[in-house]
């Protein structure tokens, strides 16, 4: 267990991967009786529950967060030395065999996050031709070196006095003047970009640069040196679209140099209240660090001290998204899911056997509903008639509610019982309405946003990583119909319908679906399948069998299913990976949806999951299972097909992905899993090998 200081003052217990948090090797155990297992996995969530009611388990990315700590730090001139020396030893532990750092265990290393890491450790005071260092040196320069990472490294480079700025983007704070019904304004991109975009407006104009002393400088990292280095941003191919914007971002460059800008003033005003009226209660923007971080700069070069109240919460909101573990080092997550931990805990318990009223799920459920936000957010600008009611990711983040966390936090409060029904009543209504009003005009829901669709910002120079827009997703309109349909919806309603066509619109040629949030088209499928069964589907369609073959078809030999992150980049690779405990948790939920339970691969994947539980009520799961970009820049699938030609293929370490491990992913759906299995099986199959393992494993 790591132990650390919670937002709300309380001490967070977050259930880790025992022994080498990236060996990938699981000790598994004996097998025991399906009630055996999930009563033990009753009992360590019983351990880990919060007193307010809450679970909360490590988001864990990539050394890019630690690394651009110390940048912070550096900028804001608070560097301190010891914290610096235990990220050191962190981003030191996590290095690759061939001298890099990896977006997701078992990717290959990447460029930039290597980069990042690299200087980070020589600010740290790593010596550079310590063992570490000269073998981060040689992977960097055998990719042709800091000229070829991507942009937003590029930025934190050109901060410290590492890069060029004129090798940088331009962006002018006057587009927050751009009104709303323009095809290119703020509110066109996704919430997270937006967040992001707002106070970059200030550090790609104003250009900010804090130079590091000469020992801490990365001259060895540019292969022809930094003074033959070509610092021109690439040039897209004439006539483009992207060349088109590259030519107005140049255009916008040079304009940059004159000295009369009548708006400016005004601009930099606006921006900077935009910044202060978006920070939440606990500090952050957005709640996830990239718009965190840049606004606190942002704010540094309008002339926010470190003493200012804004700097001073946004600095202290870090410090509670840290973790220090008793190996002496020091790593911050991306993000937080205290909401979505707690919502699908309370689901997964409730279908596997714990009783509504058991005092654990009446605190969590009590405090779901005490966390629905009642107040305005950006969504407004695309749905203004619709009166807030969604649920955030994190424990403040009440500008950007998102509809997967509403979807899954309805399912719990309205099957768990509360203290105060009247309030859960109110909840649920006001969730349901919101929710509903959300979805966009082909059917889908995005997860933050109302048609936030508009591919004209994805064009902009610096999106050489992540994903600029937040379109509908499969998966997360498939979790609402789930919603829609235990909760008793109107199935035969428009906006159902609707939903249907979406989602049949969307099925791949063999049967699967694309996963946005979850990896990848094991998620997907997972997600429909249960959402079709939900809202009443008839699950004898060819095409929802269709579906299930192709699950079946993708079990290992162990029974379990796994899948890579890159089948991102590869669609021959979709549904191919070593086993995890979480997506064979979703290849049975999509089995047991289509009527499969009883079917010989169904017993199989129970039996994995019961024979590699560990006796804590635990598996191991090194694998990241979950993304937060896949790096297509559209925020939506890329293949068409399981066929495509080589040219359209991505890098396997997706490096312009970010990939994600929620370390409690590994805890939650295989019991969701066996809990709905047992529910199903009954007397539905005479197979005596499973039923063995059901009652009278040790």
Known sequence: MIETSGITGSSVKLPQVRGDRFSGVASGSQPVSLDAAINRTHAMLRSIQDSEGWWWGELETNPTMEAEYVFLTHILGITDPERNRKIANYIE????????WSLYYGGGSDLSTTVESYAAMKIAGRESESRVMTRAREFILSRGGVPKARVFTKIWLAMIGQWDWSGTPYLPPEIIFMPRWAPFNIYSFASWTRATVVPMTIILSENPTYPLPPEQCIDELFPDGRENTDYSLPQPSALSPDWFVFVADRMLHSGEKLPFKPLRNLAKRRVEKWIVEHQEKDGSWGGIQPPWVYSLIALRELGYGVDHPVIKQGLSGLEAFALQDTEDTWRVQACISPVWDTALTVNALLESGMGADDPALVRAADWLVSRQIREPGDWQVKVPSAKPGGWAFEFDNNAYPDTDDAAAVLLAIGRADVTDRE???????????WLVAMQSNNGGWGSFDKNNT??????????????????????????????LGELAWPVESPGVRRALKYIWDEQE?????????GVNYIYGTGAVLPGLEAIGFDMSDSRVQMAADWVESRQNQDGGWGETCASYANPGLRGRGDSAASQTGWALLALIAAGRTASESAERGVSYLLTSQRPDGTWDEPQYTATGFPGYGVGDR??????????????????????????????????????????????????????TLIAGGK
Request: hydrophobic letters at 35%; proline letters at 6%.
């Open 423 to 433: 309030s859960r009543a109110n909840a649920l209504d006001t969730g349901l309405r």
């Open 509 to 517: 040629p063999d049967g699967a679906w694309f996963g946005r949030w």
């Open 93 to 100: 532990r996590r290095q690759g065999e061939d001298g890099g």
């Open 454 to 483: 508009s591919r004209i910002t994805t064009k902009l120079p610096f999106f050489d990583f992540g994903e600029v827009i937040d379109p509908p997703s499969v998966d997360v309109t498939a979790h609402i119909l789930e919603a």
């Open 638 to 691: 890329r293949f068409k097909s399981t066929e495509s030609s080589e040219k359209d293929l991505l890098p396997v370490e997706l490096p312009a992905g970010f990939m994600i491990k929620y370390h409690m992913y590994r805890i939650y759906w295989p019991l969701l899993a066996l809990g709905r299995y047992r529910a199903r099986i009954g007397d539905a199959t005479d197979r005596r090998g499973l039923r």
